[in-house]
């Protein structure tokens, strides 16, 4: 695979399932704000089928954006990490061209949504969930000053990775089984991994939410999901607005090879972008 350059306008978002990914939308609007003739699409791929589907791209294909459940798959066929992608072992984001150069802007985006939903202040989380998600979500709230927080997953060797994980980047943590009925102690933010499917006795919803304080879930379908509905009494903020500010950055990525480096007019794409969700 040679150098994407300008005529490398093919770009998609893989993952299983797909059929609700929202990122054409947002991409497709965004390309057209910034004048760009490329082809945003998606496609369902399995981890099994992610090596020969990467593999089996021509020189037209520029990127790809990466979902569960490919982000470590991605991770290991990268020939290049950015420093997130490092930390967090999981990719989300692919620029293609003579070699392979792997992002993660899940924590950015993130770190973006929790400060615009005004959730950024919180001292003390609770994580649901372990996966690459999880990662990236205790990355961000260590930059955003958290030091303590409680995992909750469903496998006892998860919680403990995870755990193993936080201590390691500065984060105090505890962690309990996710379907534990026992009350947990509060804490000032909950940060739901989960998928937007995944259901949970009423009683460890209620106890969640009245003591979760306020909720961001990185699924946003189906929505209102199960556990967002339990949270009746605390600010809620929905997954798309991480899928929001992270496609920001992988469209920067996409287009200058850079996170950083900000997009010409990007308040006014980010304005198109947001109209497209609605």
Do not use: C
Request: charged share 20%; net charge negative; aromatic share 4%.
């Amino acid at each position: 695979m040679s150098a994407a350059g300008p005529a490398a306008s093919r770009l998609a978002v893989w993952g299983d399932p797909i059929d609700h990914s929202r990122s054409p939308d947002l991409h497709g609007a965004a390309y057209r704000r910034l004048g760009l003739d490329w082809e945003y699409g998606r496609l369902r791929v399995d981890e099994a089928g992610f090596d020969a589907a990467l593999d089996a791209l021509d020189d037209d294909w520029r990127g790809l954006s990466l979902t569960m459940p490919l982000k470590e798959r991605a991770h290991a066929r990268a020939d290049l990490l950015d420093e997130d992608a490092r930390l967090t072992g999981a990719v989300n984001t692919l620029l293609l061209g003579e070699g392979i150069r792997g992002f993660n802007t899940d924590v950015g985006g993130l770190t973006s949504a929790l400060l615009a939903g005004g959730l950024g202040s919180a001292r003390s989380a609770r994580v649901l969930g372990g996966g690459a998600t999880a990662r990236s979500a205790l990355v961000s709230l260590r930059r955003l000053g958290v030091d303590a927080v409680e995992l909750r997953t469903r496998r006892a060797e998860q919680a403990a990775e995870l755990a193993g994980f936080a201590e390691r980047i500065g984060v105090r943590a505890t962690t309990a089984e996710l379907a534990s009925e026992a009350t947990p102690s509060p804490v000032d933010l909950t940060v739901s991994t989960l998928p937007g499917t995944a259901t949970l006795p009423d009683a460890v919803m209620t106890a969640l939410a009245s003591t979760g304080g306020a909720l961001f879930s990185a699924a946003y379908a189906p929505w209102p999901a199960p556990l967002v509905a339990a949270w009746t009494d605390a600010p809620v903020v929905s997954g798309l607005e991480m899928l929001l500010h992270q496609a920001v950055r992988q469209i920067r990525i996409f287009l200058h090879g850079d996170a950083e480096q900000e997009l010409p007019d990007e308040a006014g794409v980010l304005d198109v972008m947001r109209a497209a969700l609605r």
